[in-house]
């Protein structure tokens, strides 16, 4: 077994041994003895930066508008945990990309992580601004140019990398593309709770219902028995109705050589760090 994730990552490269098509970086390995550092914890009540308090990123000039960037979708190729496409289960061959919004801003106050999001530590990801009216068209269109580039089988759609589903319209934005494109898949998990009375939830419960394993959204801490992820401190405090997210623990090289999250509705545990 592949030892355990250090955090840090180097270049991949063929020349030594490195599948650089699936990530553009691999892993470094976390030396025999050290242990994974935790999650800081957050701060007191009334100790809050100014950012929490006003619901923000940390880092607003990663906030951009559909026109300041290339691209709306990033590669998985990208993003060491992820990678460029699914190479096992139903969807072995669709192509994977992730979407950014801004963290917080499209999170329930409810998160559990409202302090201690991962965003924190994510000062280069370009977060796309959700209020900009041209936002859906232009995210429409992006799918529709990459499921219909040649040698791809579908396309599999991370929501969200950073933020969450911000209104039920968005929902049904999901739902209208995933009616319009046959090869189009997403997965991912959302702070939001079903019963939440903005009708968000709802809106996600049904997409899953509706779309099986071409839609599995789950509910982060959702304490449910399936569809719902757990955050756990070590690997012997898995729950009995969980399995640990192979990345985590070095098992599997990214989520495209995993593919449990979309291929089972059984519970993920993850490893906080
Ligand atoms: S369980 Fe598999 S698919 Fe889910 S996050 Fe971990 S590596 Fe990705």
């Known amino acids: 077994m592949a030892g355990e994730i250090l955090g840090g990552v180097r270049k991949a490269y063929a020349s030594k041994g490195d599948d650089s098509t699936f990530t553009r970086f691999v892993k470094l390995e976390r030396p025999e003895g050290k242990k994974r550092h935790q999650r800081r914890q957050p701060k007191l009540p009334g100790f809050e930066a100014p950012y929490i308090i006003e619901g923000r990123t940390k880092f607003p000039k990663s906030v951009k508008t559909v026109a300041e960037v290339t691209n709306l979708l990033v590669s998985g190729h990208s993003n060491v945990k992820i990678g460029r496409d699914v190479r096992k289960g139903k969807l072995r061959g669709y192509w994977i990309y992730t979407l950014s919004l801004e963290e917080r801003k ?155 999250c979309w291929g089972t509705s059984k519970n993920v545990a993850f490893l906080e760090h």
């Not at 302090?115 to 977060?127: D, F, I, T, W």
């Open 106 to 260: 499209t999170c329930p106050l409810t998160c559990e992580h409202w302090q201690s999001c991962y965003g924190n530590n994510m000062p280069y990801a370009k977060r796309v601004d959700f209020t900009d009216p041209t936002l859906l068209t232009a995210l429409e269109a992006e799918l529709e140019k990459l499921i219909g580039t040649h040698g791809r089988k579908g396309i599999l759609v991370r929501l969200h990398a950073l933020g969450d589903f911000y209104s039920p319209a968005y929902v049904g934005f999901w739902r209208r593309m995933l009616v319009k494109h046959p090869r189009l898949a997403i997965y991912g998990y959302t702070a939001r709770r079903r019963s939440s009375p903005d009708g968000i939830g709802r809106a996600i419960d049904l997409l899953n219902n509706d779309f099986g394993e071409r839609c599995m959204i789950r509910w982060s801490s959702g304490g449910l028995k399936t569809m719902s992820t757990v955050n756990i401190g070590e690997e012997s405090s898995k729950p009995a109705d969980a399995f640990i997210c192979p990345e985590q623990t070095g098992k599997t090289k990214g989520c495209g050589t995993c593919g449990l």
